[in-house]
């Protein structure tokens, strides 16, 4: 893999990272004072944490992190726009699996392209950001049956 292709792929990873970290955030304000605010301003930590990581891997390649326009949207077919605006727990849920997966998909890949070639440090970051995704992927997936299934009860009363 070329060096510029990569610094390309690492940016819009950092791009996607730093959207997480505003949309977590914003989350977490809208359900403020429930359990999954919590969860969701956690997640915002670990998604800043993947933000530094990135950074500091670009420029070591010596290249610059910066945003390359909004990359969320295209997830949701353009339709998120720059509100990043989920309603309700269940879209709001819905929406994180969208992009934890889309993540996940992109780190795999990445990581089925690069080697040992630009230093094991990148490497080890993709693998742990990999690893993150996972995590936070399974709590919203578990979260959302649990929500789902609170709702067949409600209805079947
Ligand atoms: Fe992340
Ligand atoms: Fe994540």
Avoid: C
């Avoid at 914003?26 to 301003?41: C, D, L």
């Avoid at 949701?76 to 996940?104: C, P, R, S, V």
């Avoid at 094991?120 to 995704?133: G, K, S, W």
């Amino acid at each position: 893999m070329e060096r510029e292709d990569l610094l390309f792929k690492l940016n819009w990873f950092y791009s996607l990272e730093v959207s997480q970290v505003d949309l977590y955030l914003a989350q977490s304000k809208r359900f403020k004072g429930t359990y999954e605010s919590i969860v969701f301003a956690r997640t915002a930590a670990v998604e800043q944490q993947h933000v530094e990581k990135l950074a500091v891997i670009i420029r070591e390649l010596g290249g610059e992190p910066h945003q390359i326009g909004d990359v969320i949207s295209p997830l949701f077919g353009g339709l998120l726009g720059k509100t990043l605006a989920f309603t309700g727990l269940k879209n709001t849920l819905q929406g994180n699996i969208t992009i934890e997966n889309k993540a996940m998909t992109d780190y795999v890949a990445l990581l089925q392209r690069v080697g040992a070639e630009f230093g094991p440090e990148l490497q080890t970051i993709l693998q742990h950001n990999l690893v993150d995704e996972d995590v936070h992927t399974a709590w919203f997936v578990q979260r959302l049956a649990d929500y789902e299934l609170l709702e067949l009860l409600k209805r079947s009363d």
